[in-house]
């Protein structure tokens, strides 16, 4: 990569992870996954992270632990050696949504929460989040779903970054 477009890539970098920062991402996981993704091969090493995100080998082990336990990205080992690759690829999404654990032991959480508050105002609104994240579970499958179907479709032309298709 030229030096040109690996300090635009960088700005880039910087740009959108601080959108997840924003979001609520802790700041160098964000900027972790970020390179992750802009990197042509989506994976690196650690050193090759703390190189490019100029961070400490230390401060990428706790990022890349964060986005390993949240399976924004996962481990594999360099073959013949015995390394660790960092990967971001497409199954980040996948993993992240129905494996959300906000939606998979939250609704055991709530059920106790209900039986525990019973008939009240409290457990009407535990049985409303309930049912809210029973409808998210559920949407976010078939959104998924879809998302498989068009990611493997046919594409009529070139990727447009301003969104238009």
């Known amino acids: 990569m030229d030096e040109d477009r690996t300090d635009e890539v960088g700005a880039f970098v910087e740009r959108f992870a601080a959108v997840l920062t924003d979001g609520g991402m802790p700041r160098l996981p964000a900027r972790v996954f970020v390179a992750l993704l802009a990197s ?18 230390g401060g990428i082990s706790g990022a890349v632990r964060y986005l390993s336990q949240v399976r924004m990205i996962h481990s594999e080992r360099e ?34 929460g209900i039986a525990t508050v019973g008939d009240s105002p409290a457990g009407q609104r535990l049985q409303e989040t309930l049912e809210l994240i029973q409808f998210l579970r559920t949407e976010s499958e078939a959104m998924l779903r879809r998302w498989d179907e068009r990611r493997v479709a046919p594409r009529s032309g070139q990727f447009e970054p301003s969104g238009a298709e």
């Open 40 to 57: 042509d091969e989506g994976r690196m090493t650690a050193a090759q992270l703390a190189e490019r995100l100029q961070a400490s080998a």
């Open 79 to 112: 073959p013949g050696s015995r390394r660790h690759v960092y990967v971001a690829d497409g199954s980040w999404y996948e993993s992240t949504v129905s494996g959300n654990p906000v939606l998979t032991r939250g609704e055991t959480a709530l059920r106790d």
